[in-house]
């Protein structure tokens, strides 16, 4: 069946270190795959999106390259800030508009 | 633009009662759809509509969960009889289903629930 899988459920990385997070998914349909963060006491928010093969997304110093070879998006930034302190869902979208997330990584960045 | 607001931001119940909890989308949006959010579940869908006809009810929260949208800018989350396993956050979300931000959903500041 559709499932989405995000290995890592807490990561503390040291400001200024890379950061990438896990996704893979599982389907048969074509999908839209997107990132959502949310930070402590807020709602998720949109971080990035894509359904291209192979193309590279960014935002806010983020990126993610959707693979369908490999079934992955996996999210990345080159150097970590204490603000990316978050919880961040991957999800897709097998069809219609409903979204499947992942279990979440909550990512720490500490001084 | 007004985004999706949800009232009220916090509920304590006692086991048994009955909760609704209240959702505007953002104006325009056709899909809309409820969440429920634990630490250890994460976000899992209870009820999807798309222009206010329910496309998914989330199977396992059938019986004691009730989702409704009389309107296109109002929906309710009826929880009937309350659990103290039902202690949540509770995320509505809206989507519009054309332009540049198709199929972004956008996240209500969500309720959360405290039965005892």
């Known amino acids: 069946g559709d499932s989405v899988t995000q290995t890592e459920g807490l990561v503390t990385l040291t400001e200024g270190l890379p950061v990438m997070l896990n996704c893979t998914y599982q389907?048969?349909?074509?999908?839209?795959l997107f990132w959502y963060v949310q930070h402590l006491n807020e709602a998720p928010k949109l971080l990035l999106k894509?359904?291209?093969?192979?193309k590279r997304t960014e935002h806010q110093g983020f990126h993610a390259t959707l693979h369908k070879s490999s079934s992955s998006f996996h999210l990345q930034k080159s150097s970590a800030q204490l603000s990316d302190s978050a919880l961040y869902y991957c999800?897709?979208?097998?069809?219609?508009?409903?979204?499947?997330f992942g279990s979440g990584t909550k990512l720490t960045v500490e001084p | 633009d007004a985004g999706v607001t949800q009232t009220p931001r916090h509920e304590v119940a006692e086991k048994g009662q009955t909760i609704i909890l209240k959702c505007e989308p953002v104006?325009?949006?056709?899909?809309l759809f409820w969440y429920r959010q634990t630490k250890i579940q994460g976000l899992e869908l209870l009820s999807y509509?798309?222009?206010?006809?329910?496309?998914?009810d989330g199977g396992a929260f059938k019986d004691r969960f009730k989702a409704e949208m009389l309107n296109s800018s109002f929906s309710t989350l009826k929880i009937q009889p309350t659990e103290p396993k039902d202690s949540a956050v509770y995320l509505c979300?809206?989507?519009?289903?054309?332009?540049?931000?198709?199929?972004?959903?956008?996240f209500g500041p969500g309720t959360r629930l405290t039965v005892l």
């Open positions: 979300a809206s989507s519009g289903d054309w332009g540049p931000n198709y199929a972004e959903q956008f």
């Open positions: 894509s359904s291209t093969d192979n």
């Open positions: 104006s325009g949006h056709n899909d």
């Open positions: 509509f798309r222009s206010k006809s329910l496309m998914e």
């Open positions: 999800a897709f979208m097998p069809n219609y508009n409903v979204l499947y």
């Open positions: 389907t048969a349909y074509s999908t839209f």
